[in-house]
Nanobody, 122 residues
């Protein structure tokens, strides 16, 4: 599964951004979709995830400020970032776990997007 992400940029404290991620490939269905971020000098961490059922999971640091959503018709996931703070700065990566066609069968495939940079300036 291949991913394309967009929507990052430079924003001031308190601003908003909407990140988009679209998956492509011989996809049968998408299980989990998630957004991770990696701040300079830090490990990659989960920001939010959404299951096929619609159940969501958020990192404590973003609860109340971030909303993850998905559009299965478009194989897409979105991350609405509000009230951004400097500590939200980092490269945001989209992650997808999908069932794809493989010859005469299907298999699970995990894809990572190329990353989109979010910079929050004070």
């Amino acid at each position: 599964v291949q991913l394309q992400a967009s929507g990052g940029g430079l924003v001031q404290v308190g601003g908003s951004l909407r990140l988009s991620c679209e998956a492509s490939g011989d996809i049968v269905s998408i299980n989990d979709m998630g957004w991770y971020r990696q701040a300079p000098g830090k490990q990659r961490e989960l920001v939010a995830s959404i299951a096929q059922s619609g159940q969501t999971n958020y990192a404590d640091s973003v609860k109340g400020r971030v909303t993850i959503s998905r559009d299965d018709a478009k194989n897409a996931a979105y991350l609405q970032l509000n009230n951004l703070m400097p500590e939200d700065t980092g490269v945001y990566y989209c992650n997808v776990v999908a069932k794809i066609r493989s010859f005469w069968n299907t298999r699970t495939d995990t894809g990572w997007g190329p990353g989109t940079l979010v910079t929050v300036s004070s």
